[in-house]
């Protein structure tokens, strides 16, 4: 029959897709379980600059500013004062977004491996029941569930997470850019770091 290489090669190919699927269920459960460790560790950090705030201490300000103070003792050979302040706030602005890509990285990546963790005992579990297996079956259904919903938990906290950050680091960069206007003002220069609103 001409179908019979068809049905072989779609059997062939979906026996593959499975036994793919089955190599990746562990380490799928292993990443949501290091996800929530990562969460954990957000947290830690996140309640430490919160208190450091609450005491009036913003550590990337202060970084900067240390650096604004030593780009004010130029050396022979030195770009001008402007293209040193710039410099220094463009690092922070690039040190404020690399500590949110943390943080970001779980609000994309949190669905994601809670949607793998829930398709692929779901198909462990169908097997299950073809196999008349309803132990089986109900474990595998008990696993998909909770991937979903740890996925869509850590996704959602650090979603939460990242707002406040974002607030936390526009203002500071605004502040970093107010104090290198002031540095350049003080120092005779004409300020343009920071674009005046219309």
């Not at 963790?117 to 196999?131: D, E, N, R, V, W």
């Not at 740890?150 to 526009?170: F, I, K, Q």
Request: charged share 15%.
């Amino acid at each position: 029959m001409p179908t019979l290489p068809t049905d072989a090669a779609i059997h062939s190919l979906e026996t593959l897709l499975y036994s793919i699927s089955n190599v990746m269920y562990l380490p799928v459960l292993l990443g949501i379980a290091a996800l929530v460790l990562h969460m954990l560790l957000c947290f830690g950090t996140f309640g430490a600059e919160w208190l450091e705030r609450r005491r009036g201490v913003r550590m990337l300000v202060a970084t900067a500013r240390q650096e604004m103070n030593a780009a004010l003792t130029a050396q022979e050979g030195d770009p001008p004062l402007d293209a040193r302040l710039e410099r220094v706030v463009q690092r922070a602005d690039t040190a404020g977004v690399r500590r949110l890509d943390g943080v970001r990285f779980v609000v994309r990546v949190g669905p994601a491996l809670g949607l793998m963790g829930t398709l692929i005992p779901m198909g462990i579990s169908l097997a299950g029941l073809a196999q008349g297996n309803l132990p089986k079956m109900a474990e595998s259904m008990t696993t998909a569930f909770t991937a979903t919903v740890v996925g869509l938990a850590c996704s959602v906290t650090a979603y939460v997470l990242t707002l406040v950050r974002e607030h936390w680091l526009r203002s500071d960069l605004t502040e970093i850019a107010y104090q290198a206007e002031s540095l350049l003002a003080s120092h005779g220069a004409r300020p343009h770091l920071v674009r005046a609103e219309a």
